[in-house]
């Protein structure tokens, strides 16, 4: 068998995994399914993921990670061990991983992380700093004496980076990203219909609808939930307007925190990233009309990369085939 090198982008949302010559070959929710009972493991990914919601008492389905980090160590190591047994197809035995995290984790947190990979039979664990990684997968070339800016607005956390001459010179990580967005539209509709919907029904409803300026009453869908008052199923309707209001205050505090990064940036970098602009990369770039809402606010051009839900796993995937710049050993 190959000793092959794999890169995992390990979200709160989503786990990517890259093998080296052979790009992406897994992405799946990060979600596993337990059964109390017997403390046995049900289902993963996908499977697990179409169980929220829907299980009995007896059955637990866990989210690993919360906010970019590992919140339930058992969990997240059964989760890796399922996932890279799953691609051992490949013929994969031993091989170095390297993970991608936030930027602002704890040494405890990135030593929780490597343990939980070590444990799946690997050679060697590198951790490497999200924003870092999506800048590569995002094409732009890093190493040059000059600033490229990148929001990662991932599941847990949005980390924002400039990074000049292969390194992070500024940074800064929020908790507010696309679960948040979940959370604000669920909170939204109680609040204002009382009714309670789920958090599969919230993530549609972003994906659909979802906008983050100049939304309407013409863009608009169907949810269904619990009547908090009469306790009875009910079905009302929901427009893009409503949602970007949903969404205003989230999207003000990513705002705030870039504006915190650019005054923290050397002004010759400053001048590069009002040339080259930002970079958006994770699945909250997908958020319809955030490239808008953030040049209007910035006053900095931005762009949305080609790719950006995998943008993390490619650059730990162009990483490794340059291994010798992580590998410090």
């Excluded at 994969?92 to 040494?107: A, D, G, H, S, V």
């Excluded at 995002?138 to 490229?148: M, T, V």
């Excluded at 079905?235 to 205050?249: D, G, H, P, T």
């Excluded at 606010?297 to 990369?305: M, R, Y």
């Amino acid at each position: 068998m190959l000793k092959k090198d794999i890169g995992i982008d390990l979200g709160t949302a989503n786990v990517l995994i890259y093998v080296k010559g052979e790009g992406v070959v897994l992405e799946e929710p990060s979600v596993v399914v337990i059964d109390h009972e017997t403390k046995n493991p049900i289902a993963f990914g996908k499977d697990a993921y179409e169980m929220i919601g829907r299980t009995p008492g007896k059955v637990e389905v866990i989210r690993p990670l919360k906010d970019g980090v590992i919140a339930n160590f058992d969990a997240t190591e059964l989760m890796l061990n399922y996932f890279i047994n799953k691609i051992r197809g490949k013929n994969i035995i031993k091989p170095r991983i390297l993970i991608c995290c936030p930027t602002n984790i704890t040494e405890v947190e990135k030593s929780a992380i490597k343990d939980a990979a070590e444990r799946t039979g690997s050679k060697k664990v590198f951790i490497e700093e999200e924003p870092k990684a999506a800048a590569v997968g995002a094409g732009l070339d890093i190493a040059k004496p000059e600033g490229n800016m990148v929001v990662d607005i991932g599941g847990g956390t949005t980390d924002i980076a400039v990074i000049s001459l292969g390194d992070i010179v500024t940074s800064a990580s929020i908790k507010t990203a696309g679960n948040t967005f979940d959370n604000d539209i669920i909170k939204y509709i109680k609040d204002k219909y009382h009714l309670l919907i789920g958090e599969k029904t919230a993530e549609n409803v972003k994906i659909k609808i979802g906008v983050a300026c100049n939304g309407n009453k013409k863009d608009k869908m169907n949810i269904k939930g619990r009547n908090l008052t009469t306790g009875l199923p009910k079905l009302i309707e929901v427009n893009s307007e409503e949602i970007e209001e949903a969404l205003k205050l989230s999207l003000d505090k990513i705002v705030s925190m870039i504006k915190s990064v650019l005054e923290q940036t050397p002004p010759e970098l400053s001048a590069d990233i009002m040339e080259k602009g930002i970079v958006l990369t994770g699945g909250g770039a997908l958020l319809k009309n955030i490239k808008e809402l953030f040049e209007k606010e910035l006053s900095v051009p931005v762009k949305v990369a080609s790719s950006p839900l995998t943008c993390v796993v490619e650059g730990a995937g162009e990483l490794l085939e340059k291994i010798y710049l992580i590998d410090r050993s």
